[in-house]
């Protein structure tokens, strides 16, 4: 089994609502990874995640954040969004921190409104 | 900053070989170069990595230059679904993945 999944796939989220997304692996990956890629736009890194320890902050504002419950899941906690935060959401995990081939979700489409 | 340098769009014929330049110029002797690609709505994938000898796998070719300041990504039959943005990286194992502008390539029936 080679794939991460993600939930929701669509999100539509008030400035002053409180949501969360999911990603989810059984490939037995130690790390995991929270990118944002705005449209027509190529994916940024955001967090970075190694047994189940915050490893990278990429100076993300405090509005989003990251939580790694166990190896298998992360979440993505967000809070007070704004409409610039309306991106795609793509979580990956490799088989260590950094090295190998990164296998990423689908991603979560996050309406900020 | 990405370190490649990629032409934005590219057309291919499908059914003919699609040849994705890469430029690389200030690569390192520890870097390697990645290739990832991204459909249309849907998260990138891993095509292929190098550091130095050419590499294939069961996508696609991977040829880099005696120098390594340049690559090609090589899909040997295109289909139609092939249509995707490509990128190409370079980076140390141990390094995060930046992406750049990558090539949205069209594949022509």
């Known amino acids: 089994d080679t794939e991460v999944t993600q939930t929701p796939k669509h999100l539509v989220m008030g400035m002053t609502n409180k949501k969360s997304l999911k990603c989810e692996q059984h490939?037995?990956?130690?790390?995991m990874y929270w990118y944002k890629q705005k449209a027509k736009k190529p994916p940024e890194l955001m967090f970075v995640y190694s047994y189940e320890k915050l490893s990278i902050n990429e100076s993300v504002p405090s509005r989003f954040s990251p939580e790694c419950p166990n190896s298998s899941l992360l979440n993505l906690h967000l809070h007070a969004l704004q409409p610039e935060d309306s991106a795609l959401y793509l979580c990956?995990?490799?088989?260590?921190?950094?090295?190998?081939?990164?296998?990423f979700g689908p991603g979560t489409r996050l309406t900020v409104t | 900053d990405a370190k490649t340098t990629q032409p934005p769009s590219m057309d291919c014929a499908e059914g003919r070989a699609a040849n994705l330049p890469c430029n690389h110029s200030t690569i390192s002797g520890n870097e390697y170069v990645y290739w990832y690609r991204q459909i249309h709505s849907q998260g990138p994938q891993y095509i292929i990595h190098g550091l130095k000898n050419n590499e294939t796998n069961e996508m696609a070719s991977l040829i880099i230059t005696e120098d390594r300041k340049s690559s090609t990504l090589i899909l040997p039959h295109a289909t139609l679904r092939d249509t995707a943005v490509y990128y190409c990286?370079?980076?140390?194992?141990?390094?995060?993945?930046?992406f750049g502008k990558g090539t949205r390539l069209h594949i022509l029936p």
């Open positions: 490939m037995g990956h130690r790390a």
């Open positions: 990286i370079v980076r140390v194992e141990s390094d995060k993945i930046i």
């Open positions: 990956a995990s490799s088989a260590s921190l950094l090295l190998y081939e990164q296998y």
